[in-house]
């Protein structure tokens, strides 16, 4: 609130001051109680007596929050977001304790976060920091990680905060961190300068949970002029988020070291379980906050504060718990029962186990483990699906002393013969033997390295996902989320032929396009003449974003000719299933595809579907800038032909997974290739489709084959 008029006149000085540095149209809003509507009144007199032209400026006078406002659109994207949690809780100086708590904070949140009932951040886009030594060590992830957000970069800080008496600001304490000697501790504002310097995001969260951690929104409310001038160099920004664990003069507790910390155990106990009186299904930052906020008072705790420009605190965040009804869990069909003898002991057995709460394994179990005989993997997934058998026969092979490992996509050039190709440095492509669907059995031969025009390997590969083998069987197509590209290669030679297809600019990456960095072309599928070629994203470009998590997508189409040109010429709306991304693509006939979606939970597994996709009828939506404004008939229609999850696994034991899945069959599938429609025969009408799986050279993955018959729906 503005009290006086010297207020009001200085206000309106340092936005004409950032407003002619920042040099482009703006929109002010100023968020004011209900009961000061006078003197808002007021500040916006001043602005049109400092002379900002009418045509350059729109002023909005807003209520606080309750009041009726002017709410921001979207929300806060985890598939175009990225985290960084850092914790630091243990030091060196006896006079600043260790904070076991801290610990607890950093792995609590980053389970919450990752959590698809709660935001569903993938991994790959969070990262832990514990207990960095150095300034570089604290501020080099978040420079990193800001690299992956297009749309929010949210930063988390737990440990001691220090705070400088003579200037009033705020310093982080690392492990080596002295108490009076704020040259061993990071300068608060040199993290927000490297964020400044370093962002492409449309939007900074800031959480901060240490000691006098409110001086960030003090400061932050008292910049003077020539810091306003200094930040109208930063690019595009659409606001700002700050939450704060204390007031600037307050401590942070962190009472117990088997617990989090007393602001962000509330915070995650939030996230974690919703707000069962707020009646909608996403929460905001503010919301969120203000039920933290509530609960702290409520118990007597210091509290917290936020600071929140241009209502980044009012976008939905994440989904509330209270609020979305429990998903059923996913039931396997159940394995055959073996047979066995029944008698009058047999039943006691049966008896006695129950009454016992089978505290002790009772003797039924070994009676069934001798006269079971094993089922293998394999069986009806769905009523348009049969898996017929899986291999590990390739997992952590060697061909010619060349570990096989990264497989990303999968191609056949016959009915037993296909090529694999390779993700990882410096990129290769296997040729494969598929033998007996019924019973698969996989070999490979040696691998073709990859190679550009003049002949020499990739120094950094090129990360190939996507694979087409031309008619002819004489020249491949490999696709690449580094450009992203698609290149042409001689299969004999592994040669590049000639320069890259061309990937349309609104398809590349920034700041060319608006494509997500490594999210780029993850699939590629061709018609069986060549006429066609289809080059599908993984993740939304980052106007598209997705409704209540199921991300809207775009397949470009090409036309051209097997070993020749090819131009883009359509392109396809594609929303996936919640938390998926797309994965890979196939054609099954004329405007028909396959597609496999994808998903990984850290601490849940995969999730595997396979997809019908019918582009008949479709729209093209290769002038629309935001897939996200598009009406659900513009979406190209897909059904469900099958979930990995539903295949039967056959007997304990039968098939191993090294991490936790909700089947053991399941694992991180990303190549998919279909054969042609059986046409005589009691298969008449089927195909067989095979998965493969890519193992990232992870000791916890496998590579996997798998081989279905599916029936297409009418």
């Known amino acids: 609130m503005v009290s006086t008029v010297a207020s009001v006149g200085q206000l309106a000085v340092a936005l004409q001051v950032w407003r002619e540095a920042l040099n482009r149209p703006t929109t002010l809003q100023l968020v004011v109680p209900d009961g000061h509507r006078d003197n808002a009144r007021a500040v916006f007199d001043a ?72 935001w569903g951040v993938e991994p790959g886009r969070i990262r832990k920091v514990h207990n960095p030594r150095t300034p570089a060590e604290l501020i080099r992830p978040i420079r990193e990680m800001s690299e992956l957000a297009a749309d929010t970069l949210i930063v988390y800080y737990a440990g001691h905060g220090l705070k400088d008496l003579d200037e009033n600001e705020l310093y982080l304490a690392l492990p080596h961190s002295v108490p009076g000697e704020l040259e061993t501790s990071v300068r608060f504002k040199a993290v927000m300068q490297a964020i400044a310097k370093s962002r492409q995001a449309q939007r900074v969260v800031m959480i901060i949970d240490c000691c006098h951690s409110g001086i960030a929104i003090d400061g932050g409310m008292s910049e003077a002029v020539d810091d306003i001038r200094a930040d109208a160099d930063i690019d595009d920004v659409q606001g700002m988020y700050f939450m704060c664990a204390t007031a600037p003069n307050r401590k942070a507790l962190a009472p117990s070291a088997e617990k989090c910390t007393v602001f962000t155990g509330e915070l995650v106990d939030v996230l974690r379980e919703g707000i069962p009186q707020e009646s909608e299904l996403m929460l ?88 079971a005989v094993p089922v293998p ?146 699939s590629l599928a061709a018609t069986p003449d060549g006429r066609y070629l289809y080059a599908g994203w993984e993740a939304p470009l980052s106007g598209d974003s997705d409704q209540r998590g199921r991300n809207r997508l775009r397949i470009q189409r090409y036309r051209g000719e097997p070993g020749g040109t090819y131009t883009p010429d359509y392109q396809y709306a594609y929303e996936t299933g919640a938390g998926l991304y797309l994965t890979e693509l196939a054609v099954v006939g004329q405007d028909r595809l ?76 990303e190549g998919m290739a279909v054969g042609p429609e059986e046409t005589a025969g009691p298969e008449v009408g089927t195909r067989l489709l095979y998965l493969i799986t890519d193992d990232n050279s992870n000791s916890t ?12 729906p009418a």
């Open 594 to 669: 396959l597609a496999l979606e994808r998903q990984y939970v850290e601490g849940l597994g995969n999730v595997i579907q396979v997809h019908d996709v019918r582009l008949d009828n479709a729209e093209d939506v290769t002038g629309d800038r935001a897939l996200a404004d598009n009406t659900a008939d513009m979406l190209v229609p897909r059904t469900l032909l099958f979930d990995l999850r539903t295949c039967p696994a056959g007997s304990p034991g039968q098939v191993t997974a090294r991490q936790p899945q909700s089947n053991p069959l399941l694992d991180n599938v």
């Open 47 to 118: 602005l049109r007596g400092a002379g900002l032209p009418e045509e350059r400026h729109e002023t909005v006078i807003a209520a606080a929050a309750g009041s009726a406002g002017v709410k921001p659109t979207g929300r806060i994207d985890p598939a175009n977001s990225a985290c960084v949690l850092i914790g630091i809780d243990s030091y060196d100086d006896p006079k600043l304790p260790s904070l076991r708590a801290v610990y607890n904070n950093i792995e609590q949140l980053y389970d919450v976060l990752t959590d698809e009932d709660v």
């Open 377 to 522: 993997a394999g069986g009806q997934c769905s009523t348009n699906a049969t898996l017929l058998s899986y291999s590990d026969q390739l997992d952590k092979t060697e061909v010619s002393g060349e570990r096989i490992t990264g497989l990303s996509a999968l191609a056949l050039t016959g009915s037993s013969e296909g090529f694999a190709l390779a993700d990882n440095e410096p990129g290769r492509v296997f040729p494969l033997t598929l033998e007996n669907p019924d019973d698969l059995h996989v070999s490979a031969g040696v691998g073709r390295t990859l190679r550009d025009t003049n002949g020499v390997p990739y120094s950094k590969g090129i990360d190939g996902e996507g694979l087409v083998i031309e008619r002819g069987n004489k020249t491949m197509l490999v696709s690449s989320e580094k450009g992203p590209s698609i290149r042409r290669f001689d299969i004999s030679t592994g040669h590049e032929l000639e320069k890259p297809i061309v990937v349309p600019q609104m398809l590349q990456d920034p700041p060319t396009g608006d494509a997500q960095f490594g999210r780029t072309i993850e």
């Open 701 to 712: 993955q496998v590579t996997r084959l798998y081989a279905f018959r599916i029936r297409l």
């Open 284 to 371: 905001s930052l503010g919301v969120i906050f203000r039920e933290v906020r509530r609960r702290l008072k409520r118990d007597s705790r210091p509290v917290p504060g936020e600071l929140d420009n241009n209502q980044v605190g009012h976008l939905p965040f994440t989904r509330n718990i209270a609020r979305i009804p429990q998903r059923p869990p996913v039931l396997l069909p159940p394995s055959p029962r073996p047979r066995v003898l029944r008698s009058p002991v047999f039943a006691a057995g049966i008896v006695i186990g129950i009454v016992l709460g089978l505290g002790v394994p009772p003797g039924i179990d070994r009676v069934r483990e001798l006269r």
